[in-house]
């Protein structure tokens, strides 16, 4: 997105709203129902009902949000679809934390940058760990 987007760029586009109803088993996530409607408020039939799912998954960092589009015409055949999808965003999630940890472990380090380090970059400090006054 562009820094220098219009007011009008930036606002809700009254042609693409919905309305939301949610649903869950109260153990395994939620279902969020996305129903198309008009600028005025009532059910717009040309465009089709969504669903999302969402779901946690806790990891030694914490819980990790999951958000994941099910198929399905129906509540139920949405919440049919989620097992499998919310096992797939599992997955997904996994590599891209691993990819994350592979990222970060081949970053150069380069003296000065960062904290934690003896010394401090230049002028930091004395040889021995001393302070210079």
């Known amino acids: 997105m562009s820094d220098t987007n219009t007011p009008e760029e930036n606002g809700m586009n009254p042609n ?5 109803e949610n649903y869950t088993d109260q153990k ?4 969020r129902k996305l129903i198309p409607v008009t600028a005025e408020g009532s059910d717009d039939e040309s465009r089709p009902v969504q669903f999302v799912g969402s779901a946690q998954v806790m990891t ?3 819980a990790v949000p999951l ?3 099910l198929d399905g015409d129906t509540i139920g055949e ?10 797939l ?6 590599k891209e934390i691993e990819q994350m940890r592979r990222d970060q472990a081949s970053q ?3 003296p000065g940058q960062g ?17 210079i006054v």
């Open 28 to 31: 395994m996530g939620s279902i």
């Open 89 to 94: 965003a599992v997955e997904q999630t996994a």
């Open 67 to 69: 958000t994941f589009a």
């Open 108 to 110: 150069i380090v380069v």
């Open 78 to 87: 949405a919440a049919a679809d989620f097992a499998g999808k919310a096992q």
């Open 16 to 20: 693409e709203l919905y309305r939301e």
């Open 115 to 131: 904290g934690g380090g003896m010394g401090g970059g230049m002028g930091g400090g004395a040889p021995g760990g001393g302070i």
């Open 60 to 62: 030694p960092m914490g």
